[in-house]
């Protein structure tokens, strides 16, 4: 049972143009959503959250956009840089303290 | 302040085996939980311990088994272990304080079995 999904496993964007990575999620009881950046053979690590009581949240050149009528989450990257190849996984959790996270959408930045 | 460290990286295994995966939290954190990540699968959380306690617990079979020491350390096991158990299992470790919570990952054991 996915309750995160998503649906792009890879994006390929130009050096200096805007990465959308996008997010569903189907339990409308989550309030707390977090992106996580993996490079190969690391664990992930965190990249920005949002709590459901906002609908954007902003640190650099990261921003995470909440659509909670949608059940929708986007990370916008602008200016996209190389070094933000990688995969990204979105997560999910709720009162139960469980994270529920994403396939993963895999993201190559080209020089 | 030293982050999550999971031992060993890599463990090669035969069908039928049992194999232990080790997890020390970053210090202070006293939740821990575990996930394996396998290609197109994304993280499937198979359990967290909180004070030597299983808090929470996903869909895995009960070969998949887990615990905490009193100094938040935590190892996971898995028995009879079968070619579909192949995957990066991640350790990650939070503080656990009020209604925000962020999750520190390992590097992760990647597991393989032959």
């Known amino acids: 049972d996915q309750q995160v999904k998503q649906n792009s496993p890879s994006l390929s964007v130009q050096e200096g143009r805007i990465s959308i990575l996008n997010c569903d999620y189907t339990?409308?009881?989550?309030?707390?959503f977090l992106w996580y950046k993996k490079y190969p053979a690391e664990g992930p690590t965190f990249l920005i959250s949002i709590s459901s009581i906002k609908d954007k949240n902003e640190d650099g050149r990261f921003t995470v956009f909440l659509n909670k009528s949608a059940k929708h989450l986007s990370l916008h990257i602008v200016p996209s840089q190389p070094g933000d190849s990688a995969v990204y996984f979105c997560a999910a959790s709720g009162a139960s303290g469980k994270f529920y996270f994403g396939s993963g959408t895999k993201l190559n930045v080209k020089p | 302040k030293a982050g999550v460290t999971q031992t060993p990286r890599y463990l090669i295994k035969t069908r039928g085996q049992q194999v232990t995966l080790s997890c020390s939290p970053i210090?202070?954190?006293?939740?821990v939980s575990w996930y394996q990540q396998t290609p197109g699968q994304g993280l499937q959380f198979l359990f967290e311990y909180f004070s030597e306690t299983q808090r929470n617990k996903g869909n895995f079979p009960g070969r998949f088994s887990g615990r905490q020491f009193s100094n938040s350390r935590s190892e996971m096991n898995v028995s009879t272990l079968e070619l579909g158990d192949s995957a990066l299992y991640l350790c990650a470790s939070s503080l656990d304080t009020g209604s925000v919570k962020k999750l520190f990952f390992g590097s992760g054991t990647q597991l393989s079995v032959l």
């Open positions: 339990n409308s009881m989550f309030d707390y």
């Open positions: 210090s202070g954190h006293r939740s």
